[in-house]
């Protein structure tokens, strides 16, 4: 159980870039980040739009002279402090991370960077050799994958309650833009332009929130063959594709499907997985986060519910508020920048820590994962290999 003690000795100077008014993401993250008191928010470059930024920066408490235009300036005038930020979030659309987190490494901070991390695996790879260099931590937000039942869907799996892995069947599909709502939401029309929002849409704007559940499920699961499916049911958002499905052929013989879509009509989210193993299924909706579903062959469906003793110690460690209470998006995304906080302290002083969260190196796979499913879609639906 949590009860808000201090996770390090001091909070972190922090700022944020983009996040700004009328943003979709940028209240998760500072919710998320100061909620603990891991995170003091300083300074920030919030806006694409300076006076805009400027003046949001100070609703938020923010001094005006750290409220930047941009982040080249903000990273170069907070060098100069003496009280000057140690990390920075970016919530920015997708064309920028790659530069903006390979400047804030460069300029020494630590980094929580949006998915998608960048654009292509050569990329992705520069920023995780420049993190080792810099030994800065760059953690990805893949929110999610902070809920409590995830751990204990893990240590369910490691445990071998299911048997030998055979399906992995996740999806996230939702219906909030079966038409072209980017007409008129600024939000979503970057989300279908190749320049900003890189080489697919729904693939890594939905499809890599599961696909790294899976991961931090299945750790010791590698994909070694792909094959991928996209349309574009809206024609204008050619070549993005508003739904895709990608088949998966796993080293250990295991299959998997995901399905990412925004034409799901009818569907809030539909962010689910399940996990079918020889003797025995797991199943998790980010809907009904609080229930992890475990169904054993032959037996009644047993509904675990999060917080409760029968969960492994380890799915337990960051309950807030006891069994029964609905946990949800925002206690997830606390305890991923609570891990990230702890991670960026650990770094500091030259350790590092023992539990998981989604670093550089799970960013570089969301990206590698998107570029192999686009490359087998392009090809009419060809199987690759995974590279
Ligand atoms: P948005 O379009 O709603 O907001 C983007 C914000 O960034 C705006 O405030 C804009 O002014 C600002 N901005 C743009 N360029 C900037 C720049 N160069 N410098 C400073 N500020 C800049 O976008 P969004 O929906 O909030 O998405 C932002 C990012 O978050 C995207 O990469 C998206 O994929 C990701 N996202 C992640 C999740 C998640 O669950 N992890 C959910 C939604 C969005």
């Given at each position: ?178 038409v072209a709502v980017e007409k008129n939401t600024?939000?979503t029309k970057?989300?279908v ?41 809206v024609?204008s ?151």
């Amino acid at each position: 159980m949590y009860y808000g003690e201090k996770k390090i000795e001091k909070p972190i100077r922090w700022a944020m870039v983009g996040g700004g008014k009328g943003s979709q993401i940028g209240y998760i993250h500072r919710s998320a980040a100061m909620r603990d008191f891991n995170f003091d928010l300083v300074a920030g470059a919030f806006d694409i739009d300076p006076e805009r930024g400027r003046e949001f920066g100070k609703q938020l408490h923010v001094d005006e002279d750290r409220c930047y235009p941009d982040y080249k300036t903000m990273f170069a005038k907070e060098a100069k402090r003496q009280d000057g930020i140690q990390a920075v979030s970016i919530a920015t659309p997708n064309g920028t991370h790659f530069e903006i987190t390979k400047a804030a490494l460069l300029a020494g901070l630590h980094v929580v960077c949006e998915k998608p991390l960048c654009f292509t695996t050569e990329e992705a790879e520069e920023l995780e050799a420049l993190a080792a260099k810099q030994n800065k931590i760059v953690g990805v937000t893949y929110g999610y994958a902070g809920h409590q039942v995830i751990e204990e869907a893990r240590q369910l799996i490691a445990e071998g309650k299911l048997g030998k892995i055979r399906i992995v069947n996740m999806q996230f599909s939702h219906g909030f833009h079966n038409v072209a709502v980017e007409k008129n939401t600024a939000s979503t029309k970057w989300r279908v332009d190749p320049k900003v929002a890189g080489p697919s849409y729904v693939l890594g704007d939905v499809g890599t929130h599961p696909l790294y559940l899976s991961e931090v499920m299945l750790p010791d699961m590698k994909i070694k063959r792909l094959m991928c499916s996209r349309q574009s049911f809206v024609e204008s958002r050619k070549p993005l594709e508003d739904n895709a499905m990608t088949i998966m052929e796993y080293d250990n013989g295991a299959v998997g499907y995901v399905w990412s879509c925004c034409v799901n009509c009818g569907s809030m989210h539909g962010q689910k997985i399940r996990v079918i193993g020889e003797k025995a299924s797991i199943e998790w909706w980010d809907e009904h986060p609080n229930q992890l579903t475990y169904e054993v062959q032959n037996e009644p469906v047993r509904v675990l519910e999060r917080g409760m003793g029968y969960l492994a110690p380890s799915a337990l460690e960051e309950d807030r508020i006891g069994a029964g209470h609905p946990e949800g998006l925002f206690e997830a995304w606390s305890n991923l920048y609570s891990r990230f906080a702890q991670a960026m302290d650990a770094c500091d002083r030259g350790e590092h820590v023992e539990f998981w969260y989604p670093n550089v190196h799970a960013g570089a796979e969301g990206v590698r994962w998107v570029e192999n499913c686009v490359q087998s879609a392009d090809q009419g639906a060809q199987w690759v290999d995974y590279k």
